[in-house]
């Protein structure tokens, strides 16, 4: 706002200190004479801003930190230990059939032969594993056949070989051969006498068919009792 005794009676023009804007304001007789510098004609009087008061900022609360007493934590401590042992009982209460499913299974392998043999029917899943048993204890390897004419008569000559898969010496069981076409169906069938195979060993094997029939592509063998 203008300074007291700045208005004469004429008025005058005045501009905002802020927004520099310029306008007339009409003047009103003066109680008092006005002294000479607030006389002067035209003069443009300065009008001092008020500040805008400053808005007051609300305060802001700090959330209080929880002060953890000794025994609070004493209580966490006896928590973690019992959570810490039920987890090693857990484990252990797991490993003890682990290990003893691991140690059957060593034993079920160092001793699949004999297991063969006292059961038979075990084999198939052996063999289904990959491993090297057979019912008896006994394995037929290294087949071979071949067509020869021995005086002016075809015969069918099979080589191949008995191995003894036991630590024990044993006689072999009668090796039946069978020939059969295409379609499966049997067309020729003869036996080998094997013989006694000593422990770990192979008895090597050699057997003709005389006149075999033509259509016979599949040789087949096992192992019969008496």
């Keep these: ?3 007291a005794g700045t208005i004469d009676m004429n008025g005058r023009s005045v ?20 002294d000479a510098l607030a006389l002067e004609d035209n003069q443009t009087v300065l009008i001092e801003a008020e500040p805008d008061p400053q808005p007051e ?48 299974a ?21 063999q289904a594993l990959g491993f090297n048993v057979k019912a008896g204890g006994l394995d037929v390897g290294d087949l071979s056949t071949e067509t020869l004419i021995v005086d002016g008569e075809t015969i069918l000559r099979v080589t191949g070989q008995v191995r003894n898969l036991l630590a024990k010496a044993q006689t072999s069981p009668m090796l039946q051969m ?11 069938d003869w036996f080998v006498d094997v013989g006694q195979i000593e422990a770990k060993g192979v008895k090597q094997i050699e057997t003709d068919y005389p ?16």
Aim: hydrophobic share 40%.
């Design 57 to 104: 900022l609300p305060f802001v609360p700090v959330p209080s930190v929880p002060q953890i007493g000794a025994h609070t934590r004493l209580r966490d401590k006896v928590d973690a230990e019992k959570i810490a042992k039920r987890r090693r009982s857990l484990r252990l209460i797991w490993a003890v059939p682990v290990i003893g499913l691991l140690a059957a």
């Design 106 to 126: 060593s034993v079920s392998l160092l001793k699949r032969q004999a297991i063969v043999d006292q059961y038979p029917a075990t084999a198939t899943i052996y």
């Design 1 to 3: 706002m203008a300074k």
């Design 211 to 226: 006149n075999p029939p033509i259509d016979g592509v599949e040789l087949r063998y096992r192992f019969v009792e008496d």
């Design 178 to 188: 069978r020939l059969e076409n295409r379609s499966g169906e049997p067309l020729a």
């Design 15 to 34: 501009r905002c200190a802020r927004c520099e804007n310029v306008w007339f304001v009409e003047g009103s007789a003066p109680d008092t004479l006005p």
